[in-house]
């Protein structure tokens, strides 16, 4: 009699259908179907699932969004909410790059590829010029100690190139410093901004 009992009450291998499983959580069908491509429903074949692995990892489910700050359960629209979620996380992102830009701290790919390759290659033409520019000071220097102070100040005449680096040169055309070295925006980039955040 105990064993038949207990045969009765194993729910493990219970298989049942969309339909009763949301009808036994309180649920919508669809929201079954979502949470089962989630991974918190455990689907058996088309249509079927495991009601005991079902039920149970629906309330862990629900267990942690009760602990999570902030999170609603609705059972309409999921994958609205989280679309909406992370396009309000993205809004957020352009919104403090944008911030970052307009305070120096960030530079468009472009601008810098600008003034680096401008840097370089005038760093280039100065030692591309160094043996044209030094070899006939070298040629009447008859100490080695002269020759090496030649060629240094030169070689540190080319590097210097690289050393003049401001962030106002970075800034590109969309952002400029006023007379007191204030940074101005200009139209193009708060439009875009706004336009981006207020979307």
Do not use: W
């Not at 429903?41 to 862990?60: A, E, F, I, Q, T």
């Not at 840097?119 to 591309?128: D, F, G, I, T, Y």
Request: net charge negative; charged share 25%.
């Amino acid at each position: 009699m105990a064993e038949k009992l207990e045969k009765e009450t194993d729910v493990s291998m219970l298989i049942c259908s969309a339909g009763v499983l949301a009808d036994m959580l309180g649920i919508k069908q669809t929201t079954v179907r979502h949470l089962a491509s989630s991974g918190v429903m455990v689907r058996v074949s088309s249509g079927r699932y495991k009601l005991r692995d079902c039920v149970h990892n629906y309330v862990m489910q629900l267990r942690i969004q009760a602990k999570t700050p902030g999170s609603t359960q609705s059972d309409d629209k999921p994958e609205l909410r989280d679309m909406q979620a992370k396009h309000e996380a993205v809004k957020l992102q352009m919104s403090e790059m944008q911030l970052k830009l307009m305070q120096g701290k960030l530079h468009k790919s472009e601008d810098v590829e600008q003034v680096m390759t401008n840097m370089l290659a005038s760093m280039r033409a100065k030692l591309l010029s160094l043996p044209s520019r030094v070899a006939p000071r070298i040629a009447d220097a008859s100490d080695p100690t002269e020759v090496m102070t030649i060629l240094q100040a030169d070689i540190y005449d080319a590097l210097h190139e690289l050393a003049e680096y401001t962030p106002e040169m970075f800034y590109g055309d969309d952002l400029m410093l006023d007379d007191d070295g204030n940074l101005i925006v200009t139209e193009d980039v708060v439009s875009e901004s706004d336009t981006e955040v207020s979307g």
